[in-house]
């Protein structure tokens, strides 16, 4: 299974809408800790500002943007992966639906459908969506790690 969702590389066509997004997190200063070893890490991302393992850090900038749903990025078993947290299944029945990040796991509050983030490709679990979170590009860069849209 996980060899057809490796191969589909340019052609993913989510239902998620591609808004943009502009994300630059600090690792030397704000997000210290937020290290390519530190597995299970998290940065979510909305309208509110930047949440580090589910605890508010600061406020989101002017020149932010954060996608349709918010964006998370994680530290997974293949490293830092990055996804707009707009539920797909949900996105495809025309309604908005942000998932809630808690561990490993992003869960939709509105189906119920489970992505896992751990594995690297935030494939859904339940089996109620029938495709994955919409991947981001991530990339370090100097003391920044840079997030935008694919």
Do not use: W
């Amino acid at each position: 299974m996980l060899a057809l969702y490796g191969c589909e590389g340019a052609n993913f066509q989510s239902s998620v809408p591609a808004y943009p997004v502009r994300i630059d997190l600090d690792t030397k200063a704000v997000f210290v800790h937020f290290l390519p070893t530190a597995f299970g890490s998290y940065v979510t991302v909305n309208a509110e500002g930047y949440y580090f393992n589910g605890e508010f850090v600061l406020p989101r900038g002017v020149n932010d943007a954060y996608g349709y749903g918010g964006v998370v990025a994680y530290v997974g078993m293949s490293g830092y992966t990055a996804y707009d947290l707009g539920c797909p299944n949900c996105a495809q029945k025309g309604k908005k639906s942000p998932c809630m990040v808690d561990g490993m796991f992003a869960e939709c509050p509105v189906c119920g459908e489970q992505y896992d983030l751990a594995g690297g490709f935030a494939m859904p679990q339940k089996g109620i969506s029938k495709e994955r979170l919409r991947p981001l590009y991530i990339h370090p860069e100097n003391d920044k790690l840079i997030i935008r849209q694919k």
